[in-house]
């Protein structure tokens, strides 16, 4: 089984920076894209950024892109987004994303079988 656990989320100024991390436990060998989604109140989910098992082919929504910067550390089983010039629209809960089968760094949520719990990102103005 893989499990997916994300932290780094809190409350921060409009501007702020946070860094969220995603650990990857379980079978880590059978988890090649990686991406973060997101969330926010009565809005579909959405995607943020994806990575493939090299970090060869990276992907981000056009809405984060130069701020956002996503990672990984295959031998800390690690996934990171680190988010700087952050805006209240940035504002929801952030999931960690895994799958087992896709090796293009796909942005379509339905490609991604394994999951976190989510974790709540909240940028004041």
């Known amino acids: 089984q893989v499990q997916l656990v994300e932290s780094g989320g809190g409350v921060v100024q409009a501007g702020g920076s946070l860094r969220l991390s995603c650990a990857n436990s379980?079978?880590?060998?059978?988890?090649?894209?990686m991406g973060w989604f997101r969330q926010a109140p009565g809005k579909e989910r959405e995607f943020v950024a994806a990575v493939t098992w090299s970090g060869a082919i990276i992907y981000y929504a056009n809405s984060v892109k130069g701020r956002f910067t996503i990672s990984r550390d295959n031998a800390k089983n690690m996934v990171y987004l680190q988010m700087n010039s952050l805006k209240p629209e940035d504002t929801a809960v952030y999931y960690c994303?895994?799958?087992?089968?896709?090796?293009?760094?796909?942005?379509?949520?339905?490609?991604?079988?394994?999951w976190g719990q989510g974790t709540q990102v909240t940028v004041s103005s």
């Open positions: 379980g079978r880590t060998f059978s988890v090649y894209d």
């Open positions: 994303a895994g799958s087992s089968f896709s090796h293009s760094g796909s942005r379509n949520y339905q490609s991604y079988n394994y």
